[in-house]
């Protein structure tokens, strides 16, 4: 079949880790490119002149950017396992409406809890929460944000769970005592080998985090 | 044929409510356009607008049947498939879908907030920001190429997201002294190819309305 796909990524991001599920729930081989992000490579600025990030998908020579628009792809691409994204306009628009709050709210306000101290840290905790919370009132009882099947939703949020313990503590709080039904989700998807395998160890994170910190404290 | 009973809630000014209206006009769909009071001067967001989109309390909302769309670019693509039937706004291709994604998220990430920089800032602020929208609009030259349209051939999706910005320059050139025609040729005559649709002109406000809005807002800011 010859499709030649390659992932420049760095492994703890969140929106790496996006299109890491999406290329496993459609069963797709790809290369992994790890990034250093300090010294970017000449490829990763070839390929993302624009924005400089990573994720970067490369599928056949040619560059996708923005991890969103990656999974829409990968799902519109590969459109004939797992779908990712609902089939109906609607519950498109709804899912879509979701990830852009999570891309919006979580990344910033999650950096206050191991950036700063103090009011301003508290006030990122606090962020979060209330975040967390929205989320856990969209799931409501269903078993995953996609409803009966794990969706582009589920993958838009699920790598941030990743972050969770590094948040608690650095922030020394509890998501799970706050958030206790959206812990249960996080659980769930990890039972899922396309989330195991895509997500790095919360412990690593958190350590990496830690030694991120200690360069700016 | 069902009855579809589509509203917007809408602030005539707004490029974001703008993009949506020319979406709906591009299907031929028929909408009722509420306008919603924005500055208070009238009483302030409605209970609809406050209950349809609690989350961020923005114009547009879409009301489809009762049920409310928010975030202009996410409505564009669910009227596109939504009414899929006339003139395909998304290209076909999945690589292709991807790019015009692509420019409607830095679009939406860049053009409104560097331009409002322009007009609410003066001298070294205000100069920076101008250097950044001309950066800006070279860029997005550069991905229009030699196509009549971002879309290639015919006015697409990536058209429809950036036209509604173009009616807020004749204030940004009046304000901040520059002429984008000067540094952007380009893009200004795909502005003008734009402009000639109907679909576009009927639904644009005419730039003088926006440049006094803005003129009000400076003088409220100080900065005039």
Request: proline share 5%; hydrophobic share 35%; aromatic share 12%.
């Amino acid at each position: 079949m010859g499709e030649e796909v390659k992932l420049l990524d760095f492994w703890p991001s969140m929106f790496g880790m996006r299109v890491k599920i999406a290329l496993a729930e459609k069963g797709v081989a790809y290369e992994y490119v790890e990034q250093d992000l300090r010294n970017k490579s000449p490829l990763l600025l070839q390929m993302n002149p624009i924005h400089k990030q990573i994720p970067v998908l490369i599928h056949n020579g040619k560059p996708i950017c923005e991890s969103s628009i990656i999974v829409e792809y990968i799902d519109e691409f590969w459109k004939d396992k797992a779908p990712l994204l609902p089939s109906d306009p609607y519950e498109r628009a709804q899912a879509r409406f979701w990830v852009d709050f999570i891309d919006k709210k979580i990344y910033e306000s999650a950096k206050k809890i191991y950036t700063k101290k103090g009011e301003e840290q508290e006030g990122g905790k606090k962020e979060v929460i209330e975040i967390l919370k929205q989320l856990e009132q969209v799931l409501g009882e269903k078993a995953y944000f996609g409803g009966e099947c794990f969706g582009y939703l589920d993958i838009g949020l699920i790598g941030f769970s990743s972050w969770f313990y590094a948040y608690e503590t650095i922030g020394n709080f509890s998501i799970e005592a706050e958030c206790p039904k959206l812990i249960s989700w996080v659980k769930r998807c990890l039972e899922k080998e396309s989330v195991s395998n895509s997500l790095p160890d919360p412990k690593k994170v958190c350590e990496s985090l830690l030694q991120f910190k200690k360069r700016f404290d | 044929m069902s009855k579809e009973e589509v509203i917007i809630l809408d602030c005539s000014l707004s490029p974001f409510c703008n993009r949506v209206k020319i979406a709906l006009s591009e299907k031929g769909v028929s909408y009722e356009s509420k306008e919603e009071d924005l500055f208070g001067s009238k009483g302030g967001k409605s209970e609809l607008l406050l209950k349809s989109n609690p989350i961020y309390k923005k114009v547009p909302v879409l009301l489809h049947n009762g049920k409310p769309l928010n975030e202009s670019s996410i409505i564009v693509s669910y009227i596109d498939e939504t009414w899929p039937s006339s003139s395909p706004l998304l290209p076909s291709s999945p690589y292709e879908r991807a790019q015009a994604r692509f420019w409607i998220d830095y679009i939406d990430k860049k053009v409104f907030d560097v331009g409002s920089k322009i007009w609410r800032s003066n001298g070294e602020e205000q100069e920076e920001a101008k250097k950044e929208l001309i950066e800006i609009l070279k860029q997005l030259e550069e991905a229009l190429g030699d196509k009549d349209f971002f879309g290639g051939e015919k006015f697409g999706i990536v058209d429809v997201i950036a036209i509604p910005f173009t009616s807020w320059f004749y204030a940004y050139e009046k304000v901040g002294n520059f002429k984008v025609e000067e540094c952007c040729p380009k893009f200004s005559a795909w502005e003008k190819r734009c402009l000639q649709k109907d679909t576009v002109s009927s639904v644009l406000p005419c730039p003088d309305k926006i440049y006094n809005f803005i003129t009000s807002m400076r003088k409220n800011l100080g900065l005039e």
